[in-house]
């Protein structure tokens, strides 16, 4: 199909095309709506639909949220690791999210349309923290009308541009696509490489849950960091014996701790990675016996708990 059908089509069927197309990408799936936005923004003018597509985009992504709420209400914290599972950095992507979360509160869900991954996790970290569905659905529609008010309106505004844009590609597909799939192979290599990296950096000495209950049982002194954050520790409760802490404040936390005394970070993120982060950053800081917790807080709970880890 060629680029100037697709744009009859978008036209012919604006509403349902940017209503089906928002709700797939709210819903996690890499298919970006921005561009659809712009066309369809484009075409509002002569299509006289304007109004109704901005309503099937605020539709379409408080459905797709309110989705994700009930999923962070009904599995918690589960729900925004599993996600941060695809982050190139899946322990930044936990505690930064997060953090994120926590310091902007309500507004958060308003400009998370605006930030790259960011709308995807909110809402399930909204419904783990038991937001009221009422200020969470007003929250989030009024991020969806401001997100897409501002694509459909930079699309009406450039309208003679972005239909000058579809008759090159319509002229130049076969140059087009050739391009987009070499920008596309590069930036997949990219990625890989982050991930690679990311796993060489990940590759530090750990401590197991049964060692670090025998430690903890010795009298040798030990403390141990638990960095799983607000919403993990007020779903699942405390760790006996830990002291809660956060990235930012990681310094703080340890202030008061011999440097020659060994120190355990446990986190309940993917591949343990905010454990190892923090890990580093205290050898970094001086202290010299600094271990990240193998399988974090499930297999510490599952070890506690006499299970398998």
């Known amino acids: 199909m060629e680029i100037s059908q697709i744009s009859e089509s978008l036209q012919r069927d604006a509403v349902w095309v940017v209503f089906l197309n928002v709700l797939l990408q709210q819903a996690g799936l890499p298919v970006p709506a921005v561009p659809t936005l712009l066309l369809a923004g484009s075409l509002a003018v002569s299509s006289g639909q304007f109004a109704a597509i901005l309503a099937a985009a605020i539709l379409a992504s408080v459905i797709a949220d309110w989705m994700w709420y009930l999923a962070g209400r009904a599995f918690g914290y589960r729900v925004l690791s599993g996600l941060c599972k695809l982050s190139i950095n899946p322990g930044s992507c936990v505690s930064q999210t997060e953090a ?26 909204a419904g783990s923290l038991r937001m009221a569905l009422p200020v969470f659905l007003l929250a989030a529609a009024a991020g969806a009308a401001l997100w897409a008010g501002l694509a459909l309106g930079a699309g009406w505004l450039l309208r003679r541009e972005v239909q000058g844009v579809i008759r090159v590609l319509d002229e130049e597909a076969g140059s087009v696509v050739l391009v987009f799939a070499g920008l596309a192979a590069v930036w997949l290599g990219w990625k890989l490489w982050q991930k690679y990296r990311f796993r060489q950096w990940s590759a530090v000495p750990h401590i197991t849950p049964p060692e670090l209950l025998a430690a903890m ?17 007020a779903e699942a409760g405390p760790i006996v014996g830990a002291v809660v802490a956060e990235h930012d404040r990681l310094l703080e936390a340890v202030a008061h701790w011999p440097r020659n005394q060994p120190i355990v970070t446990l ?23 600094v271990r990240p917790l193998r399988g974090g807080y499930e297999a510490w709970l599952a070890t506690a708990n006499g299970l398998p880890a």
């Not at 790259?116 to 970290?125: L, M, N, R, Y």
């Not at 190892?276 to 202290?287: M, P, S, W």
């Open 267 to 289: 986190c309940a993120c993917p591949e343990d990675a905010g454990a190892v982060q923090a890990a580093r950053r205290l050898l970094a800081e001086g202290y010299l016996s």
């Open 100 to 125: 994120r979360f926590v310091r902007w509160g309500l507004g958060s869900l308003v400009v998370a349309k605006f930030i790259p991954g960011f709308s995807t996790v909110a809402p399930p970290i």
């Open 217 to 233: 049982a010795s009298e040798q002194p030990l403390l141990l960091l638990d960095l799983r954050g607000p919403s993990m520790v």
